[in-house]
């Protein structure tokens, strides 16, 4: 291996916009990349308790806690979104509750991953701000420790789910009225004492779509700054790697013969006209900087951060 070509660890999610890094048919110029996948829960705590990898995919909530620690977090962010998410299909009820949207929530107890977890932050925001659910009324149940440790949150009530219970027996039981998880329990999929608040969560998320702009945002890519201090046109270098195997990825959706989905074509077609062309914008693009400041607006009222921060603050300077 030459003197000058950096030899790096990439931890990312298996996404059909990140395979190509995976497969090498795009690599960083200059950069000998090993891609791991593990699942994500899992490499959010790597990276954020023990600093295991180069460059890695980051949970853009745990991101934004770990700015506003008062532990050195030393890696810094490029813009680039490789994970996004609609979260209307996500807010889940216990199937006896009566509940027909996420306001009717205030005063319950309701079921999260984590406090920091991105898809939370963008649901109890997205709840209190469009369906007038009371935040500080709920009863929130934890079901992981923190990977950025937060200080003390003195407007909420949290507790942590007990250690003979999960937070599927609790939502399919009815000891909770409300389930905000990044994915779809197993009660819910099955229809087993769990199901979606939303009738048609997929009109929901439309109509959201086209009232606000926002795709919300859930990963980014953070880089170690000891990397960047020993060669600091990584972080070009990675972005750019990350955008062409994304296009590269796209490219590949657009071949329906590809695809295990039946209406495939149908739903490409959908997709870009709701969207206007691809919604999958790495960069600080207009539509991008709106849904990161609402999820700071989100963040900040939710008390994970404690101020807004400029983009400069948030991602490496040559990539913004």
Sequence with gaps: MSDDVLELTLACGDHALTRPLQTEEVSPEGVDLEVLTPFAPDRHWQMLRNLEFDICELSLGSYLASRASSHDYPFTAIPVFPHRSFRHSYMCKHSGSGVSDPGELSGC????????????????????????????????????????????????????????????????SGDLKGVFYPILLASVRAGTGGERIFASPFTEEKRYYKRTEIFPLMHTVVIKDEVLRRAPR???????????????????????????????????????????????????????????????????????????????????????
């Design 109 to 172: 107890k309701v079921g999260i991953n984590t406090w920091q977890t991105t898809a939370g932050v963008w649901m109890r925001g997205i709840a209190r701000e469009e369906y007038g659910l009371d935040l500080e009324s709920v009863t929130w149940y934890r079901r992981a420790p923190e990977d950025v440790p937060l200080d003390l949150l003195e407007s909420f009530n949290i507790r942590n789910v007990p250690d003979d219970s999960s937070l599927d027996e609790m939502l399919s």
């Design 234 to 320: 990584t972080a070009e270098k990675v972005y750019e790697a990350f955008t062409k195997s994304k296009n590269i990825g796209l490219a590949k959706l657009e071949d329906s013969r590809t695809s295990a989905l039946v209406w495939a074509r149908r739903y490409l077609e959908e997709e870009k006209a709701l969207f206007g062309g691809s919604p999958w914008e790495y960069g600080l693009t207009r539509t991008n900087q709106k849904a990161l400041d609402k999820l700071q607006k989100y963040a900040l009222n939710q008390e994970i951060i404690s101020t807004r921060y400029d983009p400069e603050e948030l991602f490496i300077q040559s990539t913004l």
